[in-house]
């Protein structure tokens, strides 16, 4: 089906994708259009389509890329409830996908302690929150900032960087699992804090494979669920996401220095309006 795009999410993987730094896993020619992730309204619907009609809202994971556009092509879509906005849709599939993914490879459950790293970020928030949800004990790494914010989404708190293991520590002896999601590392305190890296993953940080350390890639069959659970969960209340920047469509560059530049602290959303 085709979307005539109202919002589209900017993730960091997209500026590592332009930038040439994961060729291995997207090698994409010079003119293709980046962004996984947008919602807008149903355009065209494929013959072999169903359960979609042209003028719904969705918002879809793209696997094809191409959000940061007018119009994108899409295979899987969730339907956009009228009470999320444009930029929270937008801003919902990667993360969703990403967090849910990791805590199913991880094969966290009930009564665990899961210690996720970057639990402030757009995947963290909602990892974070659904593992709280499911009855594990989440401690959540984040900066000075963020720590209230980590609290109320049910973890316990602990901030980020040198000496993560001691301040893990004050809190429980050990932990079950390790989820970073940030990838700015700290998987070497992880692997102590978790006894080895068996139940240790990333889904950022390159130095994993020298740690032993699996790293998460986003595959069709990771989470194919997750977008319908968290638009769920969002439209009743009961999933916070990161705050949002948004930026017109044709800012996309702007969009771009600014996740490089390291300064900035909101999910980026384009703004299609
Ligand atoms: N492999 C996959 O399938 C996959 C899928 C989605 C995303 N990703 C990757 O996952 C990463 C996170 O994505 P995102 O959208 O959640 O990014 P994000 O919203 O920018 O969140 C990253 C979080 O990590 C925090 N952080 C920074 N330094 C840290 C440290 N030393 N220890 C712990 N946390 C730290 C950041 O805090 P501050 O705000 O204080 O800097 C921020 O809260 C990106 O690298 C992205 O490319 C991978």
Not at 8 to 21: C, E, F, L, N, Q
Not at 144 to 162: E, F, I, K, M, N
Not at 261 to 273: R, T
Request: glycine share 10%; no cysteine; proline share 4%.
């Amino acid at each position: 089906m085709r979307i005539r795009v109202k919002a589209a999410g900017v993730s960091p993987t997209d500026a590592k994708i332009r930038g040439g730094y994961v060729q291995a896993v997207f090698r994409l020619p010079p003119d293709a259009v980046l962004g996984f992730e947008a919602a807008g309204v149903v355009d065209a619907i494929g013959p072999s389509v169903s359960g979609v009609n042209v003028g719904d809202n969705v918002a879809s994971l793209l696997a094809g890329l191409g959000g940061y556009a007018e119009y994108v092509l899409a295979s899987s879509w969730t339907p956009k409830p009228a009470n999320v906005s444009w930029s929270d849709a937008a801003a919902l599939p990667v993360a969703a996908e990403a967090a849910l993914g990791i805590l199913k490879q991880l094969r966290v459950v009930r009564g665990e302690t899961l210690l996720v790293l970057g639990a402030a970020g757009s995947v963290g928030m909602i990892a974070t929150q659904l593992a709280a949800s499911w009855g594990v004990t989440v401690i959540g790494a984040a900066a000075p900032r963020d720590q209230d914010l980590v609290r109320s989404l049910g973890a316990v708190s602990v901030t980020y960087g040198d000496g993560l293991a001691d301040r893990v520590r004050q809190v429980v002896a050990s932990v079950d699992a390790v989820a970073d999601t940030a990838g700015k590392g700290g998987l070497a305190d992880a692997i102590m804090l978790a006894g080895g890296p068996a139940r240790v993953m990333t889904l950022a940080d390159a130095r994993a494979a020298d740690l032993g350390v699996a790293f998460s890639v986003g595959t069709p069959d990771r989470a194919p669920e997750a977008l319908d659970q968290t638009m769920a969960l969002l439209a009743t209340g009961n999933l916070r996401i990161r705050r949002e920047r948004q930026l017109p469509m044709e800012q996309a560059a702007e969009a771009h220095r600014l996740l490089e530049n390291g300064d900035i602290h909101e999910k980026l959303v384009l703004d299609a309006h």
